[in-house]
C-alpha cells in the first residue's frame, strides 16, 4: 500500500532559522499529500495539502511542494518562530482503503529556541 | 461550522478494565470516522473507520472493537484492556475524496 517517510527527529534549530523536514512517499496512483501539525497535548490540525504533481502548498509561511519525479513533499520554512514547536507529520491520501483514510509517517519533532 | 469532541480527555485504567472513548462530530452530515491511535515512536496508526451508520472496517487486528450507532457518534471500546492498549487515540472525519481529515482533541489512555 502507500506509504509515507519522513526524516528522524527531534529537530533543534534557533529562531528565525531556515528548516527543512524531509517527507517522501511511495504510492500507485496519484495521491494527494499533507503536512499536518501537532501541538503538545493536541490533536492534528491541516498545515497545508498538495492534490497533484507541482502544486505547491502554503499556510503561515511554511511551503512544501508535491515533487512527483522524486516522489517527495519537503516541508520548508525560511525563519522559524518559537512558537513553530510542535511535532510535524507528513500524509498521503490511501486510495487502496475506502472510505478515504491518510497514511501517516512517523512525525518529526521540532524545538525552536530563542 | 463543524465541531468535533472526544471524550474523556485522560483516561487511567487497569489491565483487565473495560473502555469506552467517545468521538461525536457536529455541523456536517453522514461524515466518514476514523480512530487513529498515536503510540510513542510510532506515528499515528488507522484502527478503524467508518463510511454510515453500521458500517465499521478494521485496519488491524486487535484487542480493540469500534461501533456506530448513530450517523455522527463513533465508539471506541474494549472489553479488556491490555497494557499494549496506552496511547493518545484521536477520532477524525472528512467528508469525501478531499483527503482532508478534521481530528478531535484526542484521548490518552494509560493502562497500568
Known amino acids: 500500500g502507500n506509504s509515507v517517510t519522513q526524516m528522524e527527529g527531534p529537530v533543534t534549530l534557533s529562531e528565525e532559522a531556515f528548516l527543512t523536514i524531509n517527507c517522501t512517499y511511495t504510492a500507485t496512483g496519484y495521491p494527494s499529500l499533507f503536512w499536518y501539525v501537532q501541538y503538545p497535548g493536541e490533536g492534528l490540525q491541516l498545515l497545508l495539502k498538495a492534490t497533484k504533481a507541482d502544486d505547491k502548498g502554503s499556510n503561515k509561511g511554511f511551503e512544501a511542494t508535491y515533487r512527483k519525479e522524486t516522489t517527495s513533499f519537503h516541508l520548508e520554512k525560511g525563519s522559524v518562530q518559537v512558537s513553530d514547536s510542535a511535532v510535524y507529520f507528513c500524509a498521503l491520501s490511501d486510495q487502496s482503503v475506502s472510505g478515504y483514510a491518510l497514511n501517516f509517517g512517523k512525525g518529526t519533532s521540532l524545538l525552536v529556541t530563542p | 461550522s463543524q465541531t468535533i469532541h472526544q471524550w474523556p480527555a485522560t483516561l487511567v485504567q487497569p489491565v483487565g478494565s473495560p473502555l469506552s472513548l467517545e468521538c461525536t462530530v457536529e455541523?456536517?452530515?453522514?461524515?466518514?470516522l476514523y480512530w487513529y491511535r498515536q503510540a510513542a515512536g510510532r506515528g499515528l496508526q488507522l484502527l478503524f473507520y467508518s463510511v454510515g451508520i453500521g458500517q465499521i472496517s478494521s485496519e488491524v487486528p486487535q484487542n480493540l472493537s469500534a461501533s456506530r450507532p448513530q450517523d455522527r457518534q463513533f465508539i471506541l471500546s474494549s472489553k479488556k484492556l491490555l497494557l499494549s492498549d496506552s496511547g493518545f487515540y484521536l477520532c477524525a472525519w472528512s467528508v469525501g475524496p478531499t483527503g482532508e481529515l478534521f481530528f478531535g482533541e484526542g484521548s490518552r489512555l494509560t493502562v497500568l
Open positions: 455541523g456536517t452530515s453522514n461524515p466518514n
